[in-house]
């Protein structure tokens, strides 16, 4: 079964330095995987997607992730933290065929930024 | 393009009463998700339809919780009767299709407050 850890729960950066949100993954064959993103009382939106193309998927807002099969990690990056990325943040892994494809998210990463 | 619509967006009932939220997805979008994301966590599946069938309701707690999407368009959650650990936000999602590399869009959600 796929399944997605967040290994952190709380991440806080200053504004201009780098963002590594850290996730590891477990699935039986090649995944799909996400990112979202969830600002306070609004919905969720997706920043990036991997689907067995390029490794490195480069998203929105800056964010890029990088997909290791030999690590079975899927890390999010931004080279500089701005404010308005405080937010929650969740990895999230495809599950099942072609005909369902339901997602199956992660715990989630708080990410505070300081001015 | 209209994203995902969802109503109510706020509603506090007390317990043992029943409650019903409405999801409108994106027009020609096949397959329709309810997702239940307690506080402090990821959003969890609880039902997926294809069209108007039901694909996974192995998580809808059925004693409790029924949804149905008449006409492969719009859906309903119903809870009744309902419990505290109820409280939740209930976020709608919808696909084009329920494939590799196809994306999500998720209404803004329900927050329901049980008490």
């Known amino acids: 079964a796929q399944s997605v850890t967040q290994l952190d729960s709380h991440v806080s950066v200053s504004e201009g330095t780098p963002v590594l949100l850290r996730c590891n993954y477990s699935s039986s064959y090649s995944p799909s995987l996400f990112w979202y993103v969830q600002h306070p009382n609004k919905g969720l939106q997706l920043l990036l997607k991997?689907?067995?193309?390029?490794?490195l998927v480069k998203g929105i807002n800056g964010f890029e992730a990088e997909f290791k099969k030999s690590e079975t990690s899927f890390h999010l990056t931004k080279p500089s933290a701005h404010m308005s990325d405080a937010a929650e943040y969740f990895c999230?892994?495809?599950?099942?065929?072609?005909?369902?494809?339901?997602?199956?998210f992660g715990q989630g990463t708080t990410l505070q930024v300081k001015p | 393009e209209a994203g995902v619509a969802q109503s109510p967006r706020y509603k506090i009932i007390e317990k043992r009463q029943s409650v019903a939220f409405w999801c409108n997805p994106i027009?020609?979008?096949?397959?329709l998700y309810w997702y239940q994301q307690i506080l402090g966590q990821g959003p969890k599946l609880l039902i997926q339809f294809q069209n108007n069938g039901v694909v996974d309701d192995s998580q809808l707690p059925k004693d409790r919780f029924s949804a149905e999407r008449l006409k492969g368009v719009d859906s309903t959650l119903k809870i009744q009767p309902a419990k505290l650990e109820d409280s939740a936000v209930y976020l709608c999602a919808s696909s084009l299709v329920a494939g590799q590399g196809y994306g999500y869009t998720f209404g803004s959600g329900t927050r329901l407050t049980v008490v």
């Open positions: 991997y689907t067995s193309a390029a490794t």
């Open positions: 027009s020609g979008h096949a397959t």
């Open positions: 999230v892994v495809r599950h099942g065929s072609s005909n369902t494809g339901k997602l199956i």
